[in-house]
Structures are given as C-alpha cells and as structure tokens.
C-alpha cells in the first residue's frame, strides 16, 4: 500500500496501534493527538514516514491544522480520537454530554467533511470510522459514549450510502472492550462485570483493532461498504 493516512487519537491506545499498523503496511502517517509529545512519541517509534500533529478534532481550526499537516492527498482517514466519562445517568451532566458528543460525533463530522471532498475529486478514499459494541448494546454509567458511539454507527452508514458509488467506502469498526489507557480508567467494578461477560473471556488488545482496520483499507475488504466489524470478544454477535 502506499498514500497518506490520517489518525486521530493517535498517542496511546488503539490510535497508537493503528497508526503503527498503517505505517508497517506502507502508508505515510499522520499521527494526531490532544497532547503533541505523545504524538510524537509515537511518530518517533513509527520513523520517517510519520508526522505528529496535535489538535482538538472538535473544533475547526484544529481540524485545519491537521490536514495541514497532512500536506497532500490522504487516502485514508481513521476517526479514532475518543472521550471516556462514567458516571450514573442521575448524575450526568449537560458539559458532560455535550463533550461526549463533541469529541466523538462533532470531532467525525468535521473530519470526514474535511477530507471526504478531496478523496471524491479524486474518485478514491476510505473512512474508517471507529465506534464501540456499546453503541450497538449500550453500557451501565455510559449513557452518552454509549449514545454517541451510535451515532456514529449511524453516520458512517448514511454516508456510506452517499458517497460509496463515488469511489470512496465508508466503514466502521466497534471494538469491545481493550486494554488501553481509557478502558483501564473505568472502574474495577466495571471491568470486572464486563470482562465477566464476554464469551472470549478476555478483553482485547489494541493490536486486533488495528487489524481491522488495516483489513477495511486494504484491498481485500473492497467489498465492505457502510459495514460495522466487531473485534468484541464476542460481546455482540451479529
């Protein structure tokens, strides 16, 4: 493979993996995180072709900037940036709704109309929008992730339907549970219960995300259009 691929949320977690697997399977990578020298860190470990961009993809200015630094046709964008907050729904707040669904929805909203008119000009593209099984079953105290995870279930569709005919596919990937640093800030009691759930027994690694996506953007998933694949642990059985 070969082009430029954009990573939001890219510093830790599955971002960091995803960005990793992309740059190992041949594409320039521009590794985007809130905080710079984790994105550099990570640009670092990648090599030359990396770039670490820091931005905030809930607003656009920040989204400017970082297809500024993309600097040239992306082929790939991956909407990975995310917020975690658990809290009972008696207690949510409306700041905390509001930035659930600004870093998750409003963050891939922008992103997708930033890149999306380049990729149809030039008759080419993928998105891969990245959401979670709690969007598709919901989660205990993740009232709004859980609500904003499908929403973007439900976008990534809708423009799938409108833009697949043109060349670009629009996909997105629901993980379950993962051992990253957002996952391991919920409670025990949480991670306990969940892990207790899953048929797998186990909850995954980022690396099998990554995996995932890398499938969506390769040739081999041509086929997938509008699609939500789940490395869930087997969470959600579709």
Same mark, same amino acid.
């Given at each position: &493979?070969?082009?430029?691929?954009?990573?939001?949320?890219?510093?830790? +977690?599955? +971002?960091? %993996?995803?960005?990793?697997?992309?740059?190992?399977?041949?594409?320039?990578?521009?590794? $985007?995180?809130?905080?710079? %020298?984790?994105?550099?860190?990570?640009?670092?470990?990648?090599?030359?072709?990396?770039?670490?961009? %820091?931005?905030?993809?809930?607003?656009?200015?920040?989204?400017?900037? =970082?297809?500024?630094?993309?600097?040239? *046709?992306? @082929? !790939?964008?991956?909407? $990975?940036?995310?917020?975690?907050? /658990?809290?009972?729904?008696?207690? &949510?707040?409306?700041?905390?709704?509001?930035?659930?669904?600004?870093?998750?929805?409003?963050?891939?909203?922008?992103?997708?109309?930033?890149?999306?008119?380049? &990729?149809?000009?030039?008759?080419?593209?993928? =998105?891969?929008?990245?959401?979670? /099984?709690?969007?598709? =079953?919901?989660?205990? #105290?993740?009232?709004?992730?859980?609500?904003?995870?499908? %929403?973007?279930?439900?976008?990534?569709?809708? !423009?799938?339907? #409108?833009? *697949?005919?043109?060349?670009?596919?629009?996909?997105?990937?629901?993980? +379950?549970?993962? @051992?990253?640093? !957002?996952?391991?800030?919920?409670? #025990?009691?949480?991670?306990?219960?969940?892990?207790?759930? !899953?048929?797998?027994?186990?909850?995954?690694?980022?690396? #099998?995300?990554?995996?995932?996506?890398?499938?969506?953007?390769?040739?081999?998933?041509?086929?997938?259009?509008? /699609?939500?694949?789940?490395?869930?642990?087997?969470?959600?059985?579709?």
């Amino acid at each position: &493979m070969s082009g430029t691929a954009v990573v939001t949320g890219a510093g830790s +977690g599955i +971002g960091r %993996a995803i960005a990793k697997r992309l740059a190992a399977d041949g594409y320039r990578v521009v590794v $985007n995180d809130l905080d710079l %020298a984790r994105a550099r860190v990570v640009a670092d470990e990648i090599g030359t072709s990396a770039i670490a961009v %820091a931005g905030d993809v809930s607003k656009e200015s920040d989204v400017d900037a =970082i297809a500024g630094a993309a600097s040239g *046709s992306v @082929e !790939l964008l991956v909407n $990975n940036a995310g917020h975690v907050h /658990q809290t009972p729904f008696e207690k &949510m707040q409306p700041a905390d709704f509001d930035r659930m669904f600004a870093v998750h929805v409003r963050g891939t909203f922008l992103m997708m109309r930033k890149f999306l008119p380049a &990729m149809l000009e030039r008759g080419r593209g993928s =998105i891969v929008n990245i959401a979670s /099984q709690l969007g598709q =079953i919901g989660g205990i #105290e993740l009232v709004h992730y859980s609500g904003a995870k499908a %929403a973007i279930i439900g976008m990534t569709k809708a !423009l799938a339907r #409108e833009v *697949s005919a043109r060349g670009v596919r629009v996909n997105a990937v629901a993980p +379950g549970p993962i @051992e990253t640093p !957002l996952v391991m800030g919920l409670s #025990e009691d949480w991670r306990k219960r969940k892990a207790a759930e !899953l048929p797998l027994g186990r909850f995954g690694q980022p690396e #099998e995300v990554a995996a995932t996506v890398a499938f969506l953007a390769s040739p081999a998933g041509s086929l997938f259009v509008g /699609q939500t694949l789940g490395p869930n642990s087997g969470d959600v059985m579709l």
